[in-house]
């Protein structure tokens, strides 16, 4: 593979993901790959996997934070510290497919006005090609490409001179707007078509979730879950399918997210969540 990678991990307190996940990430590394690990927090357990890969030859650099610092603070300290010319983003829940990197790789260095490409990290079944295929476009080289103004913030490859030119990521700005920043000034953001399919370990399909029942799914609740209020097994499946139905159908109009008319249409969607939340909690 031509052109140098570096490629970050940011892990927090999940020692059974990240024992499978990094180990994944390490040996479907290949020349020219630099693996980054940024741990937040001090859970003894992932910090142990981790430092047992400290001495593995990909392994580049570690960063330990005592506070967990999130995922923005990471990110744009890997986005400015990183001088390859592809930079790769994975944290702890996702498992990699060997040769994802170098078919990303090859895509970029065919078609230089692609900003940001991402993996899938939804399910094969989630894949519906009715609509997927209304935004796929052809690219030099063989591959194609659907477009999106965003893809998520885990699996995905950017370019650093696209960082170079539209900045770090803003407070209060997620992964996700970013892109969306890049796609306002010309990029093409997306994912390689036919689909890079990864593996979330946080979907409960996934035969490594730790979510199995809906006692789980409480217990494991992030702040985002909470906010939605997914609480169970068959809840926290249904968003996800959605969530990848959502960004096939959506259309590629970068007017619909930045603007005052993306503007009314998250107000609308927030006054729905809590009417729906409200009929949901009446009965």
């Given at each position: 593979?031509?052109?140098?990678?570096?490629?970050?991990?940011?892990?927090?307190?999940?020692?059974?993901?990240?024992?499978?996940?990094?180990?994944?990430?390490?040996?479907?590394?290949?020349?020219?790959?630099?693996?980054?690990?940024?741990?937040?927090?001090?859970?003894?357990?992932?910090?142990?996997?981790?430092?047992?890969?400290?001495?593995?030859?990909?392994?580049?650099?570690?960063?330990?934070?005592?506070?967990?610092?999130?995922?923005?603070?990471?990110?744009?300290?890997?986005?400015?510290?990183?001088?390859?010319?592809?930079?790769?983003?994975?944290?702890?829940?996702?498992?990699?497919?060997?040769?994802?990197?170098?078919?990303?790789?090859?895509?970029?260095?065919?078609?230089?006005?692609?900003?940001?490409?991402?993996?899938?990290?939804?399910?094969?079944?989630?894949?519906?090609?009715?609509?997927?295929?209304?935004?796929v476009v052809p690219l030099q080289g063989g591959d194609s490409m659907m477009l999106n103004c965003w893809v998520g913030g885990n699996g995905v490859v950017v370019k650093k001179e696209l960082v170079k030119k539209i900045g770090?990521?803003?407070?209060?700005?997620?992964?996700?707007?970013?892109?969306?920043?890049?796609?306002?000034?010309?990029?093409?953001?997306?994912?390689?078509?036919?689909?890079?399919?990864?593996?979330?370990?946080?979907?409960?399909?996934?035969?490594?979730?730790?979510?199995?029942?809906?006692?789980?799914?409480?217990?494991?609740?992030?702040?985002?879950?909470?906010?939605?209020?997914?609480?169970?097994?068959e809840e926290l499946v249904s968003t996800i399918r959605e969530q990848a139905i959502g960004v096939q159908m959506t259309p590629y109009d970068i007017r619909q997210h930045i603007g005052p008319r993306a503007f009314a249409r998250?107000?609308?969607?927030?006054?729905?969540?809590?009417?729906?939340?409200?009929?949901?909690?009446?009965?």
């Amino acid at each position: 593979m031509s052109g140098d990678v570096d490629i970050l991990m940011v892990t927090y307190d999940r020692a059974e993901y990240t024992r499978i996940t990094l180990n994944q990430l390490l040996d479907t590394s290949t020349e020219g790959t630099r693996i980054w690990i940024w741990h937040n927090g001090n859970h003894q357990p992932t910090l142990n996997v981790v430092r047992s890969y400290l001495d593995h030859p990909r392994l580049f650099r570690f960063h330990h934070s005592n506070e967990n610092k999130k995922l923005r603070e990471p990110t744009n300290w890997f986005l400015t510290e990183a001088e390859g010319p592809y930079l790769a983003k994975v944290d702890d829940d996702l498992l990699m497919p060997a040769g994802w990197i170098q078919r990303i790789v090859s895509a970029y260095q065919a078609n230089p006005d692609v900003g940001v490409l991402g993996t899938w990290p939804f399910m094969a079944e989630d894949i519906r090609p009715e609509l997927a295929e209304r935004k796929v476009v052809p690219l030099q080289g063989g591959d194609s490409m659907m477009l999106n103004c965003w893809v998520g913030g885990n699996g995905v490859v950017v370019k650093k001179e696209l960082v170079k030119k539209i900045g770090l990521i803003r407070k209060k700005e997620s992964f996700p707007r970013w892109m969306m920043r890049a796609c306002a000034k010309g990029y093409n953001v997306g994912w390689l078509y036919p689909f890079i399919v990864c593996e979330n370990l946080d979907d409960p399909r996934s035969e490594f979730c730790r979510i199995k029942t809906d006692e789980d799914a409480k217990r494991y609740a992030g702040l985002s879950n909470q906010v939605l209020g997914l609480f169970t097994v068959e809840e926290l499946v249904s968003t996800i399918r959605e969530q990848a139905i959502g960004v096939q159908m959506t259309p590629y109009d970068i007017r619909q997210h930045i603007g005052p008319r993306a503007f009314a249409r998250r107000v609308i969607g927030k006054v729905g969540r809590v009417i729906s939340r409200h009929v949901k909690e009446r009965g």
